[in-house]
């Protein structure tokens, strides 16, 4: 399913977090769509001192599975609704 995956070579900040196999680093979520939901993410964030949430380190929603992830979070966060 091609709509799960979108790799950026050519975007100035790719790779934006390490981990990630190049070919397998996932540019659908660049933005993640979980940031709103704080702390109930499931992404692998830090609060740093100013209160700020940091995803630098998450490559959750860039890996293999990230899609289904991203898309059960944001169903558990709309009440089963996703569309």
Do not use: W
């Not at 390490?18 to 769509?33: A, H, I, K, R, W």
């Not at 890996?63 to 996703?82: P, Q, W």
């Amino acid at each position: 399913m091609s709509y799960k995956f979108f790799e950026n070579r050519q975007c100035e900040f790719y790779p934006c977090h390490d981990g990630v196999e190049q070919g397998s680093f996932n540019c659908l979520f660049c933005y993640c769509p979980l940031y709103v939901m704080g702390e109930k993410c499931g992404g692998d964030f830090r609060i740093l001192a100013n209160g700020v949430k940091d995803c630098s380190l998450c490559t959750k929603p860039h890996s293999e599975g990230g899609f289904e992830h991203v898309m059960a979070k944001l169903a558990e966060f709309y009440g089963g609704k996703t569309k």
